[in-house]
């Protein structure tokens, strides 16, 4: 049961009480509260079979780009959009513009899928992508599993972009395979033939690009009060008296202070209150291995309250059968219900004001986490770590132990 | 919906960069099944302190920007979630435009569906326009959608981009589902050509 529900959340009950009704009415499915498939809609579209290639995908929720990850269009739409999309099954839209991110090389020890996209905000701003729909390309993004490329699609909204695509491929195809809602016996080679004819053309041309060498990247880690800002977790602070554009210069001076940082001060050793692990950005199954690979014989530090957060139930059973939830319990984290939970603190699971978090969710904005709350997101790994020491560490420091 | 009206207003001046709708309005407003009331709550983090008191600091609470419907943002205003909670709350507290030099996609979007305009400038004329509030908060200006033009107690007049569409919706007073439902006749001929009596086949 919905913990919110029975300790008489009227407001919500009743937003849950008129989505049901409506599904009912329309004929809709829906994986309502008590469904043992319940979970959050871009982890358990992709776990039930449902996104695939070549797909146009809509829903009211930004991070809807998740579902790019398998060849789809995916974008989030608004309340409207939504209603005229149950009433008519189309949208007008027109072109965005295409920029090509390319990521080349390979992933060193402790660098994610996060420390990826989180690399790529940090390069291109929180505005970087706007009108535009990222396509990922290169050696890195193919090397990726479906999970990770999930995490890396999620956050092309971050950077503004609507959406955000990776060609389909043989990892694509494989994770599809079998799964409830995908296609059987003879339509699945129909659909695999289908499938295959996506990807874009070799030497085509894109309206802006950006190339990221893999193998120099760090764990990643923000700093501010949106998800551009950030920087390796080694690095300091930057200050706002070397930044030459005014009114970026004041939208640096007035993130500081929100999140009550000094220029130059560097993140390492610095002392946090809660690690979040969950969203639709880092909750899937390999997200909480990670975790646990850190976690595993560890003890989180007195000072931190952690909460792992399956992004599914069935997510949740899984970690389960592989006995991740003991080795988050052993280690002293709380491990829940599968939901949103910390990432949008809309149940009960929220910062105290003035609280720092090391939270693998995807928006570090004031207040997102809990009014007067102060983020910084990371990667499972960095927060894992981060959970053990009870400050912000560089993962990698654990990884040599 | 109404016929889009010309406005002419005071402009609030909010200059920070990157207002997301967490701040527009925080995600524990959501919990509604309602869009009234929502304008309340609008930036309300900024708007108010913990006991719910206004913050004097504040543009909004500040008597002299009290009543404008132009509001005057930083760069890339609306990133961040889809919530059409965000032009909601604006419209609900009586802003008609927002003018910044860009917008987050999916708010451009939700405002254009609220009868909110996403007024597109330059960098220069949003300078110019800063100063004039700054200078004179009673200043008022003219957004006129019918001719596309911002225009300025000194005379001058600039024009911004607005898709053609969503133009048409606005100053005709109408939605998208409302454009398409005149054409049911034809929706309906045509469904009955292609699928026959059962609807459409999905
Ligand atoms: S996990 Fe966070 S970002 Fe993802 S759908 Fe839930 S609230 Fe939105």
């Known amino acids: 049961k919905n913990p919110s529900l029975q300790n008489g959340d009227k407001l919500a009950a009743k937003q849950i009480g008129q989505l049901e009704d409506n599904c009912r009415e329309f004929g809709i499915r829906l994986y309502g509260v008590n469904s043992p498939q319940r979970g959050i809609v871009h982890v358990i579209g992709p776990e039930l079979g449902l996104t695939q290639p070549g797909m146009t995908i809509v829903c009211g929720d930004s991070h809807t780009s998740t579902h790019g990850a398998f060849g789809s269009l995916a974008f989030g739409i608004g309340t409207s959009e939504v209603e005229h999309v149950l009433a008519t099954q189309c949208l007008l839209q027109r072109k965005p513009k295409t920029f090509e991110v390319r990521v080349e090389g390979k992933l060193g020890a402790g660098v994610t899928a996060k420390d990826v996209i989180l690399a790529l905000l940090s390069k291109i701003g929180i505005g970087g992508g706007t009108g535009h729909v990222f396509e990922y390309t290169g050696s890195a993004i193919r090397s990726l599993s479906m999970e990770e490329r999930m995490t890396v699609c999620n956050m092309s909204i971050e950077g503004g972009a609507r959406a955000g695509m990776m060609a389909p491929d043989e990892t694509t195809f494989q994770y599809i395979a079998g799964k409830e809602f995908a296609p059987k016996g003879a339509s699945w080679d129909v659909h695999l033939k289908r499938w295959r004819s996506l990807p874009t053309d070799p030497g085509a041309s894109y309206d802006a690009s950006i190339t990221i060498d893999a193998n120099a990247l760090k764990p990643m880690i923000t700093y501010g009060t949106n998800p551009g800002m950030g920087i390796a977790v080694t690095e300091a602070v930057p200050d706002p008296a070397r930044v030459s554009d005014s009114s970026e210069r004041s939208a640096l001076e007035k993130s500081l202070k929100y999140m009550e940082l000094k220029p130059g001060e560097q993140l390492l050793g610095k002392r946090i209150d809660v690690v979040f692990i969950g969203s639709c950005t880092n909750s899937r199954i390999s997200d909480l291995r990670l975790a646990a690979s850190v976690l595993n014989g560890r003890k989180v530090a007195p000072n931190v309250r952690t909460l792992v957060v399956p992004g599914s139930q069935e997510v949740k059973r899984q970690a389960e059968s592989e006995g991740l939830d003991r080795v988050f319990k052993q280690a002293g984290a709380e491990w829940r219900e599968s939901g949103c939970s910390m990432c949008i603190a809309m149940n009960g699971d929220q910062l105290e004001p003035g609280q720092y978090a090391v939270s693998t969710s995807n928006r570090n904005f004031e207040g997102r986490q809990g009014k007067g709350g102060r983020t910084f997101l990371a990667s499972p790994l960095t927060a894992a770590a981060t959970a053990v020491t009870g400050t912000i560490t560089d993962v990698r420091t654990l990884l040599n132990d | ?202």
């Open chain 2, 1 to 202: 919906m109404n016929h889009f009206p010309t406005i002419v207003s005071r402009i609030a001046p909010i200059l920070v960069n990157d207002i997301d709708t967490d701040q527009i309005i925080p995600a524990r407003f959501l919990k509604v099944t309602d869009k009234a009331g929502l304008g309340a709550n609008l930036f309300s983090d900024w708007r108010f302190h913990a006991d719910g008191s206004p913050k004097a600091e504040f543009v909004l609470n500040q008597p002299q920007y009290r009543g404008a419907a132009i509001l005057l943002a930083g760069n890339n205003f609306g990133c961040g979630s889809s919530r059409e909670h965000a032009p909601w709350a604006l419209v609900g507290y009586g802003f008609r435009a927002v003018i910044s030099t860009s917008f987050a996609d999916i708010f451009r979007s939700n405002a254009l569906k609220n009868a909110l305009l996403p007024v597109v400038v330059d960098p220069s004329v949003h300078r110019k326009l800063s100063e004039l509030v700054l200078n004179d908060p009673a200043a008022e200006i003219v957004v006129d959608l019918e001719s596309q033009t911002v225009q300025m107690p000194d005379g001058v007049s600039v024009r911004f981009p607005i898709d053609g569409f969503a133009k048409s919706c606005l100053l005709n007073g109408t939605d998208e589902l409302g454009y398409l439902l005149r054409f049911q006749k034809q929706i309906e001929e045509y469904e009955q050509l292609h699928f026959g009596s059962g609807g459409i086949a999905l």
